[in-house]
C-alpha cells in the first residue's frame, strides 16, 4: 500500500485526496495547508487523515512513500527536491516548474534515486483525448495539417503567473501528447487589462513539418470555451469539452488536389461527407491519473506525463514569455533534443 502526503488542500487538493483513496494500492494518510479553517473541515470529513500546517511534517514523515504537490508554481521546485531528497516518489501539479533548469534538477535527482515524478496533466487521461490519440494512431484523420485551440472564460485572475502559465500548460500538453512531433519555434502576443500580468494571449506553435498549432487563451471572455479543432488529410475533428454528449465531432470533409501539373492548372475539389459523434468514456480522468501512478510505482513503470513531458511544457512557456516580451518574436525552443521522443507515449487501453 502505497502512502500518499498532500500538500495544498485549496481548490484542486480535494480531488487529488478523494482520487488517491479511491485508487487500489494507494491511500492519503496525511495532508498539509497553511489554512486552519480548510483543516478543520478536513478533520470533519476524513478524520483518518493526519492534518498539519508545516510541509516537513509531509516531507519527512517515515511513514509517507508519495508526495502530491498541489500549490502555487513557484513552490513547486523546493518541496519536490526535498521529497526526492527523502526518498519520496512525486506527484506534482502543473506546470511542473518555474524554469526549465529547475525541472532538469529534479530529473536528475529522481533518476539518480530511481524515483517517479508525475506531472498532474490531467487532461491526457480523460475519454476524449485517449480516443483522439486512438483516432490519429489509427490513421483515420490521416497527416496532421493543424491544431487549434481555445480555451476561455471569465477569470479567475491569478497573482503569481500569467493566463498563458496558468491554462496554456492544459493545451501544450495535449497537443505534445496527440502530435507526435516536436515543436522547434513558439511566437505569442498578449495584452493585460487587470494587473501587470497578460490576461489575453495568442499563441502560435511552429513543428519541422507543414503542421501549425494555434493557442487562445482568456480570463476576460463572456462565455467559457473549451474547443480544439483538428484538421487532418483525410477528416477533420472538433472536441467541445463544455457540453455534456457529442464532446467529439469527426467531419468526412476535406479538399482534394486533383491536377498538381501547374500552378494555373490547379484543380481543387471539396469533399463533404458524413459527421460521426463516436462515444467518449466517462470514467473520472484524475482516477486514471491515480492509478496509472500507482501502477508506475509498483512495475518501475514510466508515466505517459513524466518529468520531461512537465520539461517540454515547461520549454514552451519559458519560450511564450520571451516573446510577449518582444512584441511576438519568433522564439527557438531549446533543449528538446534532451528529451525523449516517446516521452508522451500512448495511454495503455487498461487505464
Avoid at 315 to 323: P, Y
Wanted: charged share 25%; aromatic share 8%; hydrophobic share 40%.
Amino acid at each position: 500500500m502505497l502512502r500518499v502526503g498532500v500538500i495544498g488542500y485549496g481548490y484542486w487538493g480535494p480531488n487529488i485526496v478523494r482520487n488517491f483513496n479511491l485508487t487500489d494500492g494507494a491511500c492519503v494518510v496525511a495532508v498539509c495547508d497553511k489554512n486552519e479553517e480548510t483543516l478543520k473541515k478536513l478533520a470533519v470529513t476524513n478524520p483518518e487523515i493526519r492534518l498539519c500546517n508545516d510541509s516537513s511534517q509531509v516531507l519527512e514523515a517515515v511513514d509517507i512513500d508519495v508526495v502530491a504537490i498541489v500549490t502555487p508554481v513557484s513552490a513547486h521546485y523546493k518541496l519536490a527536491k526535498t521529497a526526492l531528497k527523502n526518498r519520496k516518489h512525486v506527484f506534482v501539479e502543473k506546470p511542473f516548474t518555474a524554469t526549465s533548469a529547475q525541472a532538469l534538477d529534479l530529473i536528475e535527482t529522481a533518476e539518480k534515486a530511481n524515483l517517479k515524478i508525475m506531472v498532474d496533466h490531467t487532461f491526457l487521461f480523460t475519454g476524449a483525448v485517449r480516443l483522439i490519440k486512438k483516432l490519429i494512431g489509427e490513421g483515420e484523420l490521416g497527416d496532421i495539417y493543424y491544431y487549434d485551440s481555445i480555451r476561455v472564460n471569465l477569470g479567475l485572475f491569478q497573482h503569481d503567473v500569467n493566463v498563458v502559465w496558468d491554462l496554456a500548460p492544459h493545451d501544450f500538453s495535449i497537443m505534445r501528447y496527440l502530435i507526435n512531433e516536436r515543436p522547434v519555434a513558439i511566437n505569442a502576443w498578449g495584452s493585460s487589462h487587470i494587473n501587470k500580468m497578460e490576461d489575453i494571449a495568442y499563441v502560435t506553435v511552429h513543428f519541422p513539418s507543414s503542421k501549425i498549432a494555434h493557442f487562445s487563451v482568456n480570463w476576460l471572455s463572456p462565455v467559457k470555451v473549451r474547443t480544439t479543432l483538428i484538421g487532418g488529410e483525410k477528416k477533420m475533428l472538433v472536441w467541445n469539452d463544455v457540453i455534456a454528449d457529442d464532446k467529439i465531432k469527426i467531419y468526412d470533409k476535406g479538399v482534394e488536389v486533383q491536377n498538381r501539373q501547374g500552378i494555373y492548372d490547379l484543380l481543387v475539389s471539396y469533399r463533404s461527407g458524413d459527421m460521426w459523434a463516436p462515444k467518449v468514456e466517462q470514467t473520472e480522468a484524475l482516477l486514471l491519473e491515480c492509478r496509472h501512478f500507482v501502477d508506475c510505482i509498483e512495475n518501475n513503470l514510466t508515466p505517459i506525463n513524466n518529468a520531461y513531458c512537465g520539461l517540454e511544457v515547461v520549454q514552451m512557456l519559458e519560450a511564450c514569455d520571451i516573446s510577449l516580451r518582444n512584441k511576438g518574436e519568433l522564439v527557438s525552443i531549446e533543449n528538446l533534443s534532451l528529451t525523449s521522443s516517446s516521452a508522451f507515449g500512448a495511454v495503455d487501453e487498461e487505464i
